[in-house]
């Protein structure tokens, strides 16, 4: 069973009559959503996570603070706050490959990921990717990660959050922080995807 259950345009159409439905009984307004929208665009989400990561790729020393104290670090640059509380980074290299999870429910690192997509959540991806990573990596997401490699899978809790430090493409040597952010992805830093390609 795919872990990508629902498509794009599904969740789509369910988000919207959650909001209508919302709207319509008083439980929220229209300005309320769209400040809610507002902040995981732009005050927590992915494009945090990916600044950290571009910031680790620069900065040696960053990079063994935040492998270090993912929480103290990402504090440095004024990213934290509820469900970032005690957060582990782990690093992907030539010879592992991270992956994370949560078996019990879908504790996820606010802060640096924004919301957990839905696929995270569904008990088909968090039951399959412990008991066969390389296949619910390749099947459901694309990434074949080579046998030579190994595959670590992370288990977040309410207690430790982690995140995956994916790792930088080669031929970016040149680009600045920034254009190194546009380059990674929420799936990279979640282990399932991979990082763009500059």
Avoid at 32 to 38: G, K, T, Y
Avoid at 159 to 174: I, K
Wanted: hydrophobic share 40%; glycine share 6%; aromatic share 6%.
């Amino acid at each position: 069973m795919s872990a990508k259950i629902r498509t794009q345009e599904e969740i789509a159409a369910r988000v919207k009559a959650l909001e209508a439905l919302m709207i319509e009984k008083g439980i929220m307004t229209t300005e309320a959503v769209d400040r809610l929208a507002e902040i995981y665009e732009n005050e927590v989400g992915p494009q945090l996570g990916a600044s950290v990561v571009a910031k680790a790729w620069t900065d040696p020393d960053f990079k063994a603070r935040l492998l270090e104290n993912a929480t103290t670090a990402c504090a440095e640059l004024g990213i934290g706050g509820l469900q970032g509380e005690d957060m582990v980074v782990v690093e992907n290299t030539a010879d592992i490959h991270n992956v994370i999870t949560c078996t019990l429910c879908s504790c996820y690192p606010w802060p640096v990921l924004g919301l957990p997509p839905n696929w995270y959540k569904e008990p088909a991806y968090r039951a399959r990717i412990v008991r066969e990573p390389r296949a619910v990596l390749r099947e459901d997401f694309g990434v074949d990660v080579p046998d030579s490699v190994e595959v670590r899978v992370w288990d977040s809790s309410s207690e430790m959050r982690y995140w995956v430090l994916p790792r930088r493409p080669a031929g970016s040597e040149d680009l600045d922080e920034k254009a190194l952010a546009a380059l990674v992805t929420r799936d990279s830093m979640i282990g399932t995807g991979v990082v763009a390609a500059p």
